[in-house]
């Protein structure tokens, strides 16, 4: 997967190269990431890439040409690896809001071309000429989309075949509640007593049948209070089984005494 993005901050991208898991996996070459400054696509000597909004009003707009320009640059950069295909995507507060699928659906892909903007917004005509996608990370005001892409790249890169080890892609696994879309159970390691609180009892009872009950049993009662969209969409998907009904109706009923 190769990532290229255009942005005035380069350096932002060093973390989700070289830190973590998506660092491990850029180092192991599972995927690339190419900073573009729009400011070295610039012609005059203040090399300046944003002006005043035409119009009138606050804040300065990111100019299209030096925009235009490096995205030219990046188009000849993948052609030249054989002309990888690649969305070019905004990153905007008001783009799709971005989830679960957005990276799974990168992860698969040979990558994409992302705009990170300043500033109070770009030039219309870059994105109605180059943009094909445009995404959020949420309903918060971000100084700009570096910020929201470090987020995306580390949900996707974390999908690449190879980027887990073992014992993290175990928990990929179909036994994990993570892939019928609830919140995760709680966890615990030793010792088994701090400052007078124990851990659950079953989770040392080396019952693997009772453990495994007891955490799908947490997951649906911590979902059910704290996401009930989530159960929603997983009784939708079909995600719960008849068991997990009973669980969630005996919950219902407690709450209701
Ligand atoms: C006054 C109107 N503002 C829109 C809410 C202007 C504005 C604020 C912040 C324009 C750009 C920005 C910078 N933010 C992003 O580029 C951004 C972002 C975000 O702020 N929140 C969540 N996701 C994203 S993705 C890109």
């Known amino acids: ?18 830190s973590g898991v998506s660092g491990r996996a850029h180092a192991r070459g599972l995927w690339q990431l190419h900073a573009w400054n729009p400011r070295d696509f610039t012609h005059d000597v203040h090399r300046t890439v944003d002006d005043r909004p035409f119009g009138g009003g606050p804040g300065m707009v990111m100019r299209v040409e030096p925009l235009a320009e490096a995205l030219a640059a990046v188009r000849v950069a993948r052609d030249e690896m054989g002309s990888l295909r690649a969305p070019v995507v905004l990153l905007s507060p008001g783009g799709e809001r971005f989830h679960q699928e957005h990276a799974r659906q990168l992860a698969r892909s040979q990558g994409a071309i992302f705009v990170c903007g300043r500033y109070e917004g770009i030039d219309q005509r870059f994105i109605d000429r180059h943009v094909d996608e445009e995404w959020s990370l949420g309903d918060f005001v971000l100084s700009g989309g570096e910020a929201a892409l470090l987020p995306m790249l580390d949900a996707a890169v974390r999908l690449l075949p190879g980027a887990l080890n073992h014992t993290q892609s175990a928990a990929q696994d179909s036994f ?24 659950p009892a079953v989770l040392l009872s080396g019952h693997h049948g009772q453990i495994a009950r007891w955490r799908r049993e947490q997951s649906l009662l911590i979902t059910q ?33």
């Not at 380069?10 to 973390?15: I, T, W």
């Open 225 to 257: 209070q704290r996401r009930p969209d989530l159960i929603e969409r997983a009784r939708e998907q079909g995600w719960l089984n008849e068991y997990d009904e009973e669980v969630l109706a005996r919950a219902r009923r407690a709450a209701e005494t």
């Open 176 to 199: 994990d509640s993570s892939l019928s879309g609830l919140l995760d159970s709680p966890h615990y390691t030793r010792p088994e007593t701090h400052d007078g609180e124990a851990v």
């Open 1 to 18: 997967m190769r990532i290229d993005v255009l942005t005035l901050f380069p350096d932002f991208f060093q973390p989700v190269t070289h």
